[in-house]
């Protein structure tokens, strides 16, 4: 197995889920306190957790018009996100 790296990181594409909301986006500036996310978008309903990372499928999708800020306390985890970011209302 090669090195292990954080997904969290500048430029990587993730599937981050917080205690409430699940998010995808690139990762552009983390700091102590906060990650933002460019090309973000709230993902409403992942539908099954295997299928949404292995395949991209996802059910319910809000993206944002601008970049979003969330609060790191609030991360519970964060997986490269290895499919085209999702731009379109679903």
Same mark, same amino acid.
């Given at each position: 197995m090669g090195k292990i790296v954080s997904p969290l990181a500048v430029g990587?594409?993730?599937l981050l889920r917080t205690v409430t909301h699940y998010f995808t986006g690139r990762v552009a500036i983390v700091k102590n306190g906060e990650a933002v996310? /460019? *090309?973000?978008a709230w993902i409403a309903d /992942? $539908?099954?957790?295997? /299928?949404a990372l292995k395949t991209g499928s996802l059910n319910e999708v809000e993206p944002f &018009? $601008?970049? &979003?800020? &969330?609060n790191r306390a609030a991360i519970i *985890? &964060? /997986?490269?996100w290895t499919h085209q970011l999702p731009k379109e209302q679903k």
């Open positions: 990587k594409a993730v996310l /460019t *090309d973000a /992942t $539908g099954r957790w295997h /299928t &018009v $601008g970049p &979003v800020s &969330v *985890d &964060v /997986t490269e």
